[in-house]
């Protein structure tokens, strides 16, 4: 616990507030109608941020782009600071209070600055995910979306980045399944266990959530569904005035892709562990979202 109280006092001390050039003024005047020493317990009783809760590699890329078409909000896919090193710690403390400070020292002041400016404050970094009972006791009017990728096309990917190698900065921090041995696991379970528990975790999440404040949707439905990214975009932003053809114009376009893939498809002993740890976990590939 040292170190997480550790990690707290550096990150309050100094982080630094992370928002686009368009906010100019970091010492306003506050204009909230309480004294200044009650602006964060109405900050956080009014704001209403928007977090993404994902595995990674499933389409946040493309989601940032398209919620960054929104004229009231701030859309971040990394986040300030990422939180990557503390991601598998924070899995086993997701409904701890240590989360509440970590994310107070880490999100607070961007969310507040951009509430001070009549902005609100989005983050698909997947990183965010397991602060997510954090985020809804602090932020009572925040909302959560659940992205999801199919999971042999995530498995493909995470190879192809060469995840849980023992080699990428990456993997420092990267959920460690609690299901499978790792010691005596390939790459190919690792990811799949990951992409399990993950979501697992964020299902049981958001079946605690209010439907108002949750949406559900997979990469594909991203790619595909224009009707249904619009009712997304809606659920962010009612009345958001984006017409589908825009939507189209940013879906059209392939991005954040390896071009060095070593894997062009999943063997199918690799498929065969894929099916292994879905069963283990429980967890039906056809019926991921809630």
Not at 104 to 132: G, M, S, V, W
Not at 260 to 282: D, F, G, M, N, P
Request: with cysteine.
């Amino acid at each position: 616990m040292s170190n997480i109280t550790e990690f707290i006092k550096n990150f309050a001390h100094h982080s630094r507030l992370y928002v686009k050039s368009y906010i100019h003024h970091r010492n306003i005047v506050h204009k909230i109608p309480v004294p200044s020493n009650s602006l964060e317990k109405y900050i956080l009783d009014h704001s209403s941020p928007i977090f993404v809760l994902s595995t990674g590699r499933c389409g946040t890329s493309l989601l940032t782009s398209l919620l960054s078409l929104l004229n009231r909000h701030h859309v971040e896919h990394r986040g300030r600071p990422e939180l990557s090193a503390i991601s598998d710690r924070m899995y086993g403390l997701s409904q701890d209070e240590s989360s509440k400070d970590i994310l107070l020292a880490t999100r607070y002041e961007t969310i507040r600055e951009l509430f001070l400016n009549d902005l609100n404050y989005i983050e698909t970094n997947n990183r965010i995910t397991f602060f997510a009972y954090a985020i809804k006791e602090l932020f009572p009017q925040s909302k959560f979306i659940h992205l999801y990728r199919d999971i042999n096309k995530f498995v493909l990917s995470g190879l192809n980045r060469d995840w849980y190698s023992g080699t990428l900065l990456y993997d420092d921090g990267r959920l460690i399944p609690t299901k499978i041995d790792m010691n005596n696991s390939s790459q190919a379970e690792k990811i799949a266990a990951l992409y399990c528990e993950t979501n697992n975790f964020i299902r049981d999440f958001m079946s605690s959530c209010p439907d108002a404040r949750q949406f559900t949707i997979s990469s594909r439905e991203l790619f595909i569904d224009t009707p249904k990214t619009d009712s997304l975009l809606t659920f962010c932003q009612q009345n958001h005035g984006i017409n589908q053809r825009r939507i189209q114009r940013i879906t059209s376009k392939r991005r954040n892709a390896n071009s060095k893939t070593r894997y062009k498809e999943l063997s199918e002993e690799q498929k065969r562990v894929i099916k292994k740890v879905t069963e283990l976990y429980a967890l039906d590939p056809e019926n991921v979202g809630v």
